[in-house]
């Protein structure tokens, strides 16, 4: 059984820079057709997808946060990250990490999201 963990800090200033590790334990980062998906969902809205980081740890990010956004690894840790650079109010929302099952194209393993505030 795939386990996703969240963490972080969930309130974070105006133009700082916003940080969240995943922990995946049952499963390898590293698998073959799997990726590894940040979500977030801001309150009263839909789910938006954020980026993703295949096996091989290249990436892909959503076009209307890719300048600010950042996706990495510690394979040491079976853990990926999120960095979102020079936040705002609006980047206030649940943020869910995810597996992404490349075969089915699905995300068919969730954490259980962690709330994460932009205020001063």
């Known amino acids: 059984q795939v386990q996703l963990q969240e963490s972080g800090p969930g309130l974070v200033k105006p133009s700082q820079t916003l940080s969240l590790t995943c922990t995946v334990s049952g499963g390898s980062i590293t698998s073959t057709w799997d990726a590894w998906t940040w979500i977030r969902q801001p309150p009263g809205k839909g789910l938006e997808w954020i980026g993703v980081?295949?096996?091989?740890?290249?990436?892909a990010y959503n076009p209307s946060l890719k300048s600010r956004t950042s996706i990495s690894r510690d394979l040491s840790k079976n853990q990926f990250s999120l960095q979102l650079n020079s936040v705002t109010p609006e980047d206030t929302a649940v943020y869910y990490c995810a597996r992404l099952d490349v075969s089915t194209y699905k995300h068919d393993y969730w954490g259980q999201g962690t709330q994460v505030t932009v205020s001063s």
């Open positions: 980081m295949a096996d091989d740890g290249s990436t």
